[in-house]
């Protein structure tokens, strides 16, 4: 038998933030969220940032990131940055 092993994981249901957390602490590959890159560049683009969600149950989790990438980003570039989300039932 032969094993491959990963250079990283990308998780693609943002749902699972708080395991995707837990991931990146205790795999020694990185662990990607799937929003990440959209946080990071809807926060250097503007201060009102809307977003629709498909699946309800992860608006927590993701408004819950945004917060922290808002903190993270610091300074002028995500200062006040605010979001609104849609959530689009049937989707």
Do not use: D, H, Y
């Not at 250079?7 to 969220?33: H, Y």
Request: with cysteine; charged share 20%.
């Amino acid at each position: 038998m032969s094993w491959c092993l990963a250079s990283g994981t990308f998780v693609t249901c943002s749902a699972f933030g708080p395991a995707i957390e837990r991931m990146s602490r205790e795999l020694p590959v990185p662990v990607l969220k799937p929003n990440e890159a959209m946080f990071r560049e809807a926060i250097g683009r503007g201060r009102r940032i809307g977003m629709l969600a498909t699946f309800a149950p992860s608006v927590l989790t993701m408004t819950e990131e945004f917060e922290q990438f808002v903190g993270e980003a610091g300074g002028e570039v995500g200062a006040g940055a605010t979001l609104e989300t849609i959530v689009v039932e049937g989707a």
